[in-house]
Each structure stands twice: as C-alpha cells, then as structure tokens.
C-alpha cells in the first residue's frame, strides 16, 4: 500500500508510512523534505503525492531513533484511546442517573401539543427542511437532538391512530425530552474510533427517554415498546 516506483526508484508515499507506523511527526523528524513530488494521475488539481525513497525509509526503520520515537507515539495513542474510553463511560454513567423530568400534561393539552408538533415537522418537511426538523439530526454543539427514528407521519396514521393519537404524543414528548436532556451527550466525539461510543450513549438515552414516557404517562407506554422493538432498544440498564 502507498507503493510507487519510477526511474527504476522504488519509493513510499504518506499512506503508505502511516500504513507501516509513521506519524506526521516521525516523518518531519526522521525523513524531512520528500524526496520526489508526482501529480495525481486521476485528480490534476490535487496536490502533489509526496514521496520519499523506500531505501531511504528502511534505513531509518532499522535505525533507534525511529524505535524510540515510535514507542512514544504508541504511548501517545493509547493515552487517547484510553481518555476516550474514560469520557465515553462518564457520559454513559451520566444518561444512566439523571432523573428525566417528563411534562406531565392533561390529556386535552397534551393532545394539543402533539398536533402542533407535528405540524411544525411536516410544514419543515414541505421547505425542505424535514432533514432537521423531521429526521432530528444533531448539532455541532449544545444541544444534540437524537434521531426521531420512530416518528410517524401523518399519512401512515389509519383512523385508530388518529383518534388516540399516541404517536404524535409520544413524538412531541421525546423532543421535549431530547431538547431538555441532550446535553448529556456533549463532549463525546462522534467521527472516528469514536462513532461506536456515541451511538451507544444515543440508544441509551432513547431507552431512557422511551422508559420514562411510559412511566409518567402509562397510556403511551405500547407505544413507546413498539418503538423501543423498532429500533432494537432493550430496557434501560439501572
């Protein structure tokens, strides 16, 4: 990988140092100035490929300089990984003890509501806005709002569902809740080696979220386990 060879040369290319251990670091120390620039024969607009001798490259390998520098990468890396996996397990620790405050509204009021929000998603949806106001995707900061993964839309609703209601009620209720409560998830990285941790703090506050809607309104609580089902949600860990 990162493999090149011309004017009978072979050479290594940055992929291909990261490939076998390099840092950026470790080049600029070890290596220094590229020993060849070749254009991109598929992208012209690309920078130039920096290349560095292959013979070049062994010779600092084998050197102590690059074994002493590479151990304290490594150190360096595991140091992340394992701060990382400290703030993943704090926030999780977090979503699993905070007291969740659900709005407990009479039934008229709370019916209400879910009507309007719901017709704030689908006026959103008809500017082409639905992607934030309908799928509930996240920001950058603050506030994080989950995906509504189990929204329903007013077409899918038959006759029994609009007279109850319960999926609108429901959808208007977790937003309160994802508003209120998503910023347990800030500090938690979500690109990366990072994607699984937040994906898995993410369930768990739906699990919550879904757990405490049933609690507080037992009318909802079908239809907060047929969503839990959906999304393979099990009950929340105490």
Same mark, same amino acid.
């Given at each position: $990988?990162?493999?090149?060879?011309?004017?009978?040369r072979?050479?290594?290319?940055? !992929?291909?140092?990261?490939?076998?251990?390099?840092?950026?670091? $470790? +080049?600029?120390?070890?290596?220094?100035?590229?020993?060849?620039?070749?254009?991109? #024969? /598929?992208?012209?607009?690309?920078?130039?490929?920096?290349?560095?001798? &292959?013979?070049?490259v062994?010779?600092?390998?084998?050197?102590?300089?690059?074994?002493?520098?590479?151990?304290?990468?490594?150190?360096?890396?595991?140091? +992340?990984?394992?701060?990382?996996? /400290?703030?993943?397990?704090? +926030?999780?620790?977090?979503?699993? !003890?905070? #007291?969740? @405050?659900? #709005?407990?509204? @009479?039934?008229?009021?709370?019916?209400?509501?879910?009507?309007e929000?719901? &017709?704030?998603?689908?006026?959103?949806?008809? /500017?082409g806005?639905?992607?934030?106001?309908?799928?509930? !995707?996240?920001?950058?900061?603050?506030?994080?709002?989950?995906?509504?993964?189990?929204?329903?839309?007013?077409?899918?609703?038959?006759?029994?569902?609009?007279?109850?209601l @319960? #999926?609108?009620?429901?959808d208007?209720?977790?937003?309160?809740?994802?508003?209120?409560?998503?910023?347990?998830?800030?500090?938690?990285?979500?690109?990366?080696? &990072?994607?699984?941790g937040?994906?898995?703090? +993410?369930?768990?506050? @739906?699990?919550?979220?879904?757990? &405490?809607?049933?609690?507080?309104?037992?009318?909802?609580?079908?239809?907060c386990?047929?969503? $839990?089902?959906?999304?393979?949600?099990?009950?929340?860990?105490?």
């Amino acid at each position: $990988m990162g493999g090149y060879e011309e004017d009978g040369r072979r050479y290594v290319s940055l !992929t291909g140092l990261r490939a076998r251990g390099w840092t950026g670091g $470790m +080049v600029y120390r070890l290596l220094g100035p590229p020993d060849r620039l070749a254009l991109n #024969p /598929r992208f012209r607009a690309a920078p130039p490929t920096r290349l560095y001798r &292959a013979e070049r490259v062994e010779a600092a390998e084998r050197g102590e300089e690059f074994r002493v520098v590479a151990e304290g990468a490594a150190r360096r890396s595991e140091a +992340v990984r394992a701060a990382l996996w /400290r703030r993943q397990e704090e +926030v999780l620790d977090r979503i699993r !003890t905070e #007291p969740l @405050d659900v #709005p407990r509204l @009479d039934p008229g009021k709370l019916a209400l509501r879910a009507v309007e929000h719901r &017709a704030r998603i689908e006026a959103g949806a008809g /500017r082409g806005e639905g992607a934030g106001a309908g799928t509930g !995707t996240g920001t950058g900061t603050g506030t994080r709002v989950v995906g509504e993964q189990g929204a329903t839309p007013a077409a899918a609703l038959g006759p029994a569902d609009r007279a109850s209601l @319960d #999926p609108w009620k429901v959808d208007y209720l977790r937003q309160r809740l994802v508003n209120q409560y998503g910023r347990l998830l800030d500090g938690l990285p979500g690109g990366g080696p &990072a994607a699984t941790g937040r994906a898995e703090a +993410v369930a768990l506050l @739906d699990q919550r979220i879904y757990a &405490a809607i049933a609690e507080a309104h037992p009318n909802l609580a079908q239809e907060c386990e047929r969503r $839990m089902g959906d999304q393979q949600l099990g009950p929340p860990s105490r």
